[in-house]
């Protein structure tokens, strides 16, 4: 069955260090990836998304993500942190099994950010 | 542009009570439209999608149900609530290609006493 997974379900960064959130996915088709980003008591906004050519897109607020098709992966990345950033992260992928538009949500990353 | 509404914001109800959620899409049509679930701690439970008015295909069978009566309007509702049924609702929308992003709402709040 298909599956995004995030392994990190809290991570804790100072603020201006470099941050990397992990997601990893399984599909045996090229996958559409998404990242979105939730702060608490909001609903999510979608940061970025991949769907095919240029492995490394560029999203909102100053986040990145590559796809890498040989390590299934698809990490989210920003060279310095701000304050602003503490929120929940979620990756998400296109679910080939289901209907057409459906996602398949990893079950989140929380960011805290030390002062 | 295109905009998400959910009401109400937050929802505080006693168990047995019945439940009815909005949520309307401005801006698009004939998109597709999602409900889902978050509970306390964990990731997100898509419960029901619609692709078309009066088109609701049920993910997990539960105390809720859903209706689509009109093409940019999802409603979410229970005839009685359960304890379980606490969380935050999250309404979303995509483009009807299949192929697109979805948007979501700001969300509602729902406290089962």
């Known amino acids: 069955a298909q599956s995004v997974t995030q392994p990190d379900i809290h991570i804790t960064v100072s603020e201006g260090a470099s941050l990397e959130l992990r997601c990893n996915y399984s599909y045996g088709a090229t996958p559409y990836l998404f990242w979105y980003v939730q702060s608490p008591g909001q609903g999510l906004q979608l940061l970025l998304k991949?769907?095919?050519?240029?492995?490394l897109v560029q999203g909102i607020k100053g986040f990145e993500a590559e796809f890498k098709r040989s390590q299934s992966s698809f990490n989210l990345r920003k060279p310095s942190v701000h304050w602003s950033d503490a929120a929940e992260y979620f990756c998400?992928?296109?679910?080939?099994?289901?209907?057409?538009?459906?996602?398949?949500f990893g079950k989140g990353t929380k960011l805290s950010v030390k002062p | 542009s295109q905009t998400i509404h959910q009401w109400p914001a937050t929802l505080v109800q006693p168990v047995g009570s019945p439940l009815s959620l909005e949520c309307t899409v401005e801006?698009?049509?004939?998109?597709?439209l999602y409900w889902y679930r978050q509970a306390a701690g964990r990731g997100l439970q898509l419960l029901f999608y619609s692709v078309g008015i009066g088109q609701i295909s049920s993910e997990v069978p539960q105390n809720l149900s859903a209706s689509r009566p009109q093409d940019r309007q999802f409603i979410l509702s229970s005839k009685k609530l359960l304890l379980s049924d606490s969380g935050f609702y999250l309404c979303a929308w995509s483009g009807s290609s299949g192929y697109n992003e979805q948007f979501f709402g700001p969300g509602t709040r729902l406290t089962v006493l």
């Open positions: 991949y769907f095919s050519g240029d492995t």
């Open positions: 801006g698009t049509s004939n998109p597709n």
């Open positions: 998400a992928g296109r679910d080939y099994g289901g209907s057409q538009g459906n996602l398949i």
